[in-house]
């Protein structure tokens, strides 16, 4: 079965410093790949996905992550933390065939200092 | 537009107690979702339907049913709440069943059962 891990529960990061945020999967083939971001007492909202091809995809909000295939990683990053990023976010995969059902990590959540 | 919709937002239940919940989306979307949210487990999926007219079950079907009563709008139904049901419960909706569509998420239904 497909799993997905985000080996970070909580961040604390510095306005203006880097972020990174870590999620690893188990699957049996390359799976579609997806960051999604909950603001506080919200539904969550798509940042990007990847699906083939260029293995680094940039999304909303200034966020990016990048494919590496031989770590079966696909980790998140934005450059430059606003205080509007303290989010949760979750990792998810997707099958390329039998459907669109999501497996999700169990999420990191962000907090940022001023 | 409004998107996905849920109600209610909040609800207790005494065990036993039955209820459904209601997702509505006016986005024309053929697929919808029904996902539960505990702390650290990210979501998981309990129903889905991939178009008007059919269900089939996620990752955690048990203790629930649904009911896609047409193309806008997916119900989920406790028949005697327990517990465990405690959760927030959140609504997606996505143009088709094909894994590579944006899945579009409502607020969110906070359920306490007793």
């Known amino acids: 079965a497909q799993s997905v891990t985000q080996p970070d529960i909580h961040i604390t990061v510095s306005e203006g410093a880097s972020l990174e945020l870590r999620c690893n999967y188990s699957y049996g083939a390359t799976p579609y790949l997806f960051w999604y971001v909950q603001s506080p007492g919200q539904g969550l909202q798509l940042l990007l996905k990847y699906f083939s091809g260029d293995t680094l995809v940039q999304g909303i909000k200034g966020f990016e992550a990048e494919f590496k295939r031989s770590q079966s990683s696909f980790n998140l990053r934005k450059p430059s933390v606003h205080w509007s990023d303290a989010a949760e976010y979750f990792c998810?995969?997707?099958?390329?065939?039998?459907?669109?059902?999501?497996?999700f990590g169990g999420g990191t959540r962000v907090l940022v200092k001023p | 537009n409004a998107g996905v919709t849920q109600t209610p937002k909040f609800q207790v239940l005494k065990t036993g107690q039955s209820m459904t919940l209601q997702c509505a989306q006016d986005?024309?979307?053929?697929?919808m979702y029904w996902y539960r949210q505990d702390p650290g487990m990210g979501l998981r999926l309990i129903y889905y339907?991939?178009?008007?007219?059919?269900?089939d079950k996620g990752e955690v079907p048990n203790g629930y049913n649904v009911s896609r009563l047409n193309k806008r709008e997916f119900s989920l139904r406790l028949e005697s709440a327990a517990p465990s049901q405690t959760s927030v419960y959140f609504c997606?909706?996505?143009?088709?069943?094909?894994?590579?569509?944006?899945?579009?998420f409502g607020p969110g239904t906070r359920l306490l059962v007793l």
């Open positions: 998810a995969v997707g099958p390329k065939a039998a459907g669109n059902k999501l497996t």
């Open positions: 339907s991939a178009s008007e007219g059919t269900t």
């Open positions: 986005m024309n979307h053929n697929s």
């Open positions: 997606a909706s996505s143009r088709t069943g094909n894994g590579q569509e944006t899945q579009y």
